[in-house]
């Protein structure tokens, strides 16, 4: 008996395998009102650099809406809706007073949490500044980055102070910010994404990661009170080489440095960038967050400030700014994800076993959308209301003892997932404490346990 | 409004609950386009699109009414004003070969008259009857003071073309043209003009004095209205005298304007423009701010008197935050008409507005443009300005004043400003069958027989 040919597996099938009509993502939506946006409004995201607010307001758009951003005399910041309320003229023309900021059309005078402070032109019995307000949002600054937060007042999240800003000893923290032309998601995605580290930043593009990353990994999720730890565990001649990343929902992630050479033993529970994917709108992002610089990430002492800021992270292929050939015979993240479109077109994928990451956190950001849907409180992360947020990203090489039975992608996961609950398990303990009670764990896991 | 209601627009940090509303799009009042309520509106009269000196020896692309155009002038002297896009194929008649009589398509000759009508199809069958059958759209043009206005509405409405008073006036003066470009919809600059406060704010306190030290004062508003429009009015008590300055706001683009720069420190009466402009839609999103400065010796400022006619031209009008060919970080903070206007957004979001007592002149412009859109809906002609039927002259009614308070008089407080301001309008309009000499004179007598017993 014969079987009709599937015309869409045939050869020159490009007519029978056309893509499928876009739909968007409601987990991709940032907007004002919508399930997603009003999702990402439930937590505090870096905007800018303390750098670039000088003494001139700042028009920036985030989440969608049109902002001005501005530092009044008396120093304090003012994040407000562009458009004056009065007749919509932009405050990035307004004069900025001792306290507040003053439209420039017609003198009205907004504090920096919206109060109107007077209406000059109008009679003095106008009763406009005490029934309306200039909508604002409240701000933070930590660590040389603005951070807003645009959700409703009475859920207003304690800033997250991860414990990796202050460990280990010494840290120093320089922000960056760059700006990518698509969508927020597909840009976390790619961090929960560790098996293109192998493709796209070794094989595919020569060594933009270490060599160390062309090892074929064994890949795995674990999840942690944050999200996840998106992992790759390796053997590298007589080593094993963990890379474990923070998955912080919504939109944090935080990494060891890609540049391991997987030759010298160590042990980090901390990390050596923080990020963010702060949506400017649906299909706008900056890519924004801090370098740490510390004993451990640059022993030698020999960072250079200045290749770090705006548009600036000394890691190839993050911008457009190299030729387009170059970026096409040795792309990096930014062409891979920029390329995926403005809004990456989900509908038209074909998913495997090694992107399990992706799905997991788009199950987890549709649980959490859902939650804020149902007016409850998104589960993760929860939402902090003292001291440093533990968090998990680690990063470990260790020799591997010579009657050790890992030897295949099995027993490497077997080791990585066994390792990760270690950390995991530890971390009440502080943090320099945490990591020798760990090392001590996982070496005897490695000496003892998995031996054979 | 009830207490719950105020309440819910109030409150610090309260940006997530007092989001602009999403603008509704359609709205009338800004539709340019052909068979849309506002575009058929402004299809009642004619509108300045360029400066005669913009046209040379080329035709020139335009749009105009979100109408995609082609001018030029025949090599015996005749504008043409053509719809773009060739009807045979589309190729643009921008790159036409400008003919004797017309213009012929690059294309494959196809060759038009002024008026649209199809002179010959040289690459058709001599029996052809497309030359019969069909015209390319074209739109008469007028050409005056500089400018050249097209009539886009229906043939069987064209009105006389409106030849205001104060485009001559019998002791001469010069007369230089400005076209400016503005990336956002004609109705908020008309708005700009029917908001005198600004002046006091925007051109005064905010970006240091563009306008004279006057303008810091805070005035008595008024809107007068004329059978044109309305005059958009500011008085002001400076020092000893009473100042006014009544700007023309008619319908549906155009205005007339006093100088910004009278220091209000001698007497001076005049009922003339330094400033006529029209606001002319190129589409719904962007516009050109044209017109004509006036500069002759009647003028009651110095430096409008001396003005020199140089200064203007296309994207040149002489008054600083016109254009956005100034530094980012200098438009900040001395920002002009062109930041405030354009910065309202392309259109601006009318829905999200919280619009206050002093702003009735712009209720009041948004009013008379609604009467006159809903008019041409049904059928009929608009009523303000009527549409001119023979070449008469059209009267408009600026004027300016500075007079000396007399001895006794304690005028200087709103209400007794804001009364002598509207009594002075009235007599300015109550005189416009007048000749423009006679006009001032007596208006000039009248006015101060007021103000002899005001206050």
């Not at chain 2, 627009?9 to 800004?30: C, F, K, M």
């Not at chain 2, 008379?368 to 859109?373: A, C």
């Given at each position: 008996?014969?079987?009709?040919?599937?015309?869409?597996?045939?050869?020159?099938?490009?007519?029978?395998?056309?893509?499928?009509?876009?739909?968007?993502?409601?987990?991709?939506?940032?907007?004002?009102?919508?399930?997603?946006?009003?999702?990402?409004?439930?937590?505090?995201?870096?905007?800018?650099?303390?750098?670039?607010?000088?003494?001139?307001?700042?028009?920036?758009?985030?989440?969608?809406?049109?902002?001005?951003?501005?530092?009044?005399?008396?120093?304090?910041?003012?994040?407000?809706?562009?458009?004056?309320?009065?007749?919509?003229?932009?405050?990035?023309?307004?004069?900025?007073?001792?306290?507040?900021?003053?439209?420039?059309?017609?003198?009205?005078?907004?504090?920096?949490?919206?109060?109107?402070?007077?209406?000059?032109?109008?009679?003095?019995?106008?009763?406009?500044?005490?029934?309306?307000?200039?909508?604002?949002?409240?701000?933070?600054?930590?660590?040389?980055?603005?951070?807003?937060?645009?959700?409703?007042?009475?859920?207003?999240?304690?800033?997250?102070?991860?414990?990796?800003?202050?460990?280990?000893?010494?840290?120093?923290?320089?922000?960056?910010?760059?700006?990518?032309?698509?969508?927020?998601?597909?840009?976390?995605?790619?961090?929960?994404?560790?098996?293109?580290?192998?493709?796209?930043?070794?094989?595919?593009?020569?060594?933009?990661?270490?060599?160390?990353?062309?090892?074929?990994?064994?890949?795995?999720?674990?999840?942690?009170?944050?999200?996840?730890?998106?992992?790759?565990?390796?053997?590298?001649?007589?080593?094993?080489?963990?890379?474990?990343?923070?998955?912080?929902?919504?939109?944090?992630?935080?990494?060891?440095?890609?540049?391991?050479?997987?030759?010298?033993?160590?042990?980090?529970?901390?990390?050596?960038?923080?990020?963010?994917?702060?949506?400017?709108?649906?299909?706008?992002?900056?890519?924004?967050?801090?370098?740490?610089?510390?004993?451990?990430?640059?022993?030698?002492?020999?960072?250079?400030?200045?290749?770090?800021?705006?548009?600036?992270?000394?890691?190839?292929?993050?911008?457009?700014?190299?030729?387009?050939?170059?970026?096409?015979?040795?792309?990096?993240?930014?062409?891979?994800?920029?390329?995926?479109?403005?809004?990456?077109?989900?509908?038209?994928?074909?998913?495997?076993?090694?992107?399990?990451?992706?799905?997991?956190?788009?199950?987890?950001?549709?649980?959490?959308?859902?939650?804020?849907?149902?007016?409850?409180?998104?589960?993760?992360?929860?939402?902090?209301?003292?001291?440093?947020?533990?968090?998990?990203?680690?990063?470990?090489?260790?020799?591997?003892?010579?009657?050790?039975?890992?030897?295949?992608?099995?027993?490497?996961?077997?080791?990585?997932?066994?390792?990760?609950?270690?950390?995991?398990?530890?971390?009440?303990?502080?943090?320099?404490?945490?990591?020798?009670?760990?090392?001590?764990?996982?070496?005897?896991?490695?000496?003892?346990?998995?031996?054979? | 409004?009830?207490?719950?209601?105020?309440?819910?627009?109030?409150?610090?940090?309260?940006?997530?609950?007092?989001?602009?509303?999403?603008?509704?799009?359609?709205?009338?009042?800004?539709?340019?386009?052909?068979?849309?309520?506002?575009?058929?509106?402004?299809?009642?009269?004619?509108?300045?699109?360029?400066?005669?000196?913009?046209?040379?020896?080329?035709?020139?692309?335009?749009?105009?009414?979100?109408?995609?155009?082609v001018v030029f002038r025949d090599r015996s002297g005749r504008i043409g004003l053509l719809h773009k896009q060739c009807l045979h194929r589309g190729a643009s008649l921008e790159f036409g070969i400008i003919q004797e009589r017309g213009i012929a398509c690059c294309y494959h000759g196809w060759h038009f008259d002024i008026d649209g009508t199809i002179l010959a199809t040289p690459a058709e069958p001599e029996t052809s009857r497309i030359r019969h059958n069909f015209c390319q759209?074209?739109?008469?043009?007028?050409?005056?003071?500089?400018?050249?206005?097209?009539?886009?509405?229906?043939?069987?409405?064209?009105?006389?073309?409106?030849?205001?008073?104060?485009?001559?006036?019998?002791?001469?003066?010069?007369?230089?043209?400005?076209?400016?470009?503005?990336?956002?919809?004609?109705?908020?600059?008309?708005?700009?003009?029917?908001?005198?406060?600004?002046?006091?704010?925007?051109?005064?306190?905010?970006?240091?004095?563009?306008?004279?030290?006057?303008?810091?004062?805070?005035?008595?508003?008024?809107?007068?209205?004329?059978?044109?429009?309305?005059?958009?009015?500011?008085?002001?008590?400076?020092?000893?005298?009473?100042?006014?300055?009544?700007?023309?706001?008619?319908?549906?683009?155009?205005?007339?304007?006093?100088?910004?720069?009278?220091?209000?420190?001698?007497?001076?009466?005049?009922?003339?423009?330094?400033?006529?402009?029209?606001?002319?839609?190129?589409?719904?999103?962007?516009?050109?701010?044209?017109?004509?400065?006036?500069?002759?010796?009647?003028?009651?400022?110095?430096?409008?008197?001396?003005?020199?006619?140089?200064?203007?031209?296309?994207?040149?009008?002489?008054?600083?935050?016109?254009?956005?060919?100034?530094?980012?970080?200098?438009?900040?903070?001395?920002?002009?008409?062109?930041?405030?206007?354009?910065?309202?957004?392309?259109?601006?979001?009318?829905?999200?507005?919280?619009?206050?007592?002093?702003?009735?002149?712009?209720?009041?412009?948004?009013?008379?443009?609604?009467?006159?859109?809903?008019?041409?809906?049904?059928?009929?002609?608009?009523?303000?300005?009527?549409?001119?039927?023979?070449?008469?002259?059209?009267?408009?009614?600026?004027?300016?004043?500075?007079?000396?308070?007399?001895?006794?008089?304690?005028?200087?407080?709103?209400?007794?400003?804001?009364?002598?301001?509207?009594?002075?309008?009235?007599?300015?309009?109550?005189?416009?069958?007048?000749?423009?000499?006679?006009?001032?004179?007596?208006?000039?007598?009248?006015?101060?027989?007021?103000?002899?017993?005001?206050?």
């Amino acid at each position: 008996m014969t079987t009709a040919a599937n015309p869409r597996t045939q050869p020159f099938s490009g007519y029978h395998n056309r893509r499928a009509a876009f739909a968007p993502s409601p987990l991709a939506e940032t907007g004002a009102g919508t399930p997603g946006g009003e999702y990402l409004r439930r937590y505090w995201h870096p905007i800018m650099l303390q750098s670039e607010l000088k003494d001139l307001p700042v028009a920036i758009r985030i989440l969608g809406e049109d902002l001005v951003i501005f530092r009044d005399r008396g120093g304090r910041i003012g994040l407000l809706h562009k458009n004056c309320i009065h007749r919509g003229a932009s405050l990035e023309f307004g004069i900025v007073q001792e306290r507040g900021i003053a439209c420039c059309y017609h003198g009205w005078h907004f504090d920096v949490d919206g109060a109107v402070l007077s209406t000059p032109a109008e009679p003095a019995t106008s009763k406009i500044s005490s029934n309306f307000c200039q909508g604002a949002y409240p701000v933070h600054e930590a660590h040389g980055l603005i951070f807003a937060y645009m959700g409703p007042p009475e859920d207003k999240p304690v800033f997250p102070e991860l414990d990796t800003f202050a460990h280990p000893g010494g840290n120093e923290l320089i922000p960056i910010k760059m700006r990518l032309p698509c969508n927020w998601l597909q840009v976390v995605e790619n961090a929960c994404d560790p098996i293109h580290n192998a493709y796209l930043h070794a094989i595919v593009s020569g060594y933009q990661f270490s060599p160390a990353f062309a090892a074929p990994p064994a890949l795995d999720f674990i999840e942690t009170p944050l999200g996840f730890l998106s992992m790759a565990t390796r053997q590298v001649k007589d080593k094993v080489f963990i890379r474990a990343s923070d998955i912080i929902l919504p939109n944090v992630a935080q990494f060891a440095s890609g540049q391991n050479p997987a030759e010298e033993e160590c042990f980090n529970i901390a990390c050596s960038f923080t990020r963010w994917v702060v949506p400017i709108d649906d299909e706008n992002s900056f890519y924004t967050g801090l370098t740490h610089v510390n004993e451990r990430t640059d022993p030698e002492g020999t960072r250079d400030p200045s290749l770090y800021g705006v548009d600036k992270m000394n890691f190839i292929g993050q911008t457009a700014d190299r030729p387009y050939e170059e970026r096409q015979l040795q792309p990096g993240d930014y062409d891979a994800l920029v390329s995926q479109g403005a809004v990456a077109d989900r509908n038209n994928e074909h998913l495997g076993t090694t992107d399990r990451g992706i799905v997991m956190f788009r199950r987890m950001l549709r649980r959490a959308i859902d939650a804020v849907q149902n007016s409850e409180t998104p589960e993760l992360p929860r939402l902090y209301d003292d001291g440093p947020v533990r968090t998990y990203n680690y990063e470990l090489v260790f020799g591997l003892p010579s009657q050790s039975n890992i030897d295949g992608l099995g027993a490497l996961e077997e080791f990585g997932r066994r390792a990760t609950q270690v950390v995991l398990d530890t971390d009440a303990l502080p943090p320099l404490e945490r990591e020798r009670v760990s090392r001590e764990r996982i070496l005897r896991l490695l000496s003892e346990e998995l031996v054979r | 409004m009830d207490g719950a209601g105020t309440a819910a627009q109030t409150g610090a940090y309260a940006g997530h609950r007092v989001r602009p509303i999403a603008p509704s799009g359609g709205e009338r009042l800004t539709q340019t386009a052909p068979g849309t309520p506002g575009g058929e509106y402004l299809r009642r009269y004619w509108h300045p699109f360029m400066l005669a000196s913009e046209l040379g020896g080329l035709p020139v692309a335009v749009r105009l009414l979100s109408e995609d155009l082609v001018v030029f002038r025949d090599r015996s002297g005749r504008i043409g004003l053509l719809h773009k896009q060739c009807l045979h194929r589309g190729a643009s008649l921008e790159f036409g070969i400008i003919q004797e009589r017309g213009i012929a398509c690059c294309y494959h000759g196809w060759h038009f008259d002024i008026d649209g009508t199809i002179l010959a199809t040289p690459a058709e069958p001599e029996t052809s009857r497309i030359r019969h059958n069909f015209c390319q759209g074209a739109y008469p043009v007028r050409e005056a003071c500089g400018l050249l206005f097209a009539y886009l509405g229906p043939p069987e409405t064209t009105p006389a073309f409106p030849y205001y008073d104060t485009f001559s006036h019998p002791e001469g003066g010069v007369l230089a043209n400005f076209k400016m470009f503005y990336p956002c919809s004609w109705l908020q600059i008309c708005e700009n003009a029917a908001d005198p406060i600004h002046n006091a704010y925007l051109h005064a306190i905010s970006s240091g004095l563009q306008f004279s030290a006057p303008f810091r004062e805070p005035p008595a508003l008024d809107y007068v209205e004329t059978p044109i429009g309305f005059l958009s009015m500011a008085t002001r008590r400076v020092g000893d005298f009473v100042f006014i300055r009544s700007s023309d706001v008619a319908m549906p683009n155009f205005g007339q304007f006093a100088g910004g720069s009278n220091p209000a420190t001698t007497e001076s009466f005049f009922v003339a423009a330094y400033t006529t402009r029209w606001v002319t839609a190129i589409d719904d999103n962007n516009a050109f701010y044209i017109g004509i400065r006036h500069i002759n010796d009647r003028n009651p400022s110095a430096a409008l008197r001396s003005a020199d006619p140089s200064q203007y031209g296309v994207g040149r009008m002489g008054l600083i935050g016109q254009t956005d060919d100034r530094p980012y970080d200098e438009r900040q903070r001395e920002p002009g008409d062109y930041d405030a206007c354009v910065s309202q957004g392309a259109v601006a979001n009318r829905r999200a507005e919280h619009l206050g007592t002093t702003d009735r002149g712009i209720v009041m412009l948004r009013r008379m443009l609604s009467r006159g859109i809903d008019a041409v809906e049904r059928g009929e002609e608009p009523e303000i300005p009527r549409l001119y039927r023979d070449e008469e002259m059209a009267r408009s009614y600026c004027h300016e004043l500075v007079f000396r308070v007399p001895p006794g008089s304690n005028i200087g407080d709103a209400a007794s400003l804001g009364a002598f301001g509207r009594q002075a309008a009235e007599i300015v309009i109550a005189t416009d069958h007048l000749s423009p000499v006679e006009r001032e004179r007596v208006a000039s007598e009248r006015i101060r027989g007021v103000l002899a017993g005001a206050g």
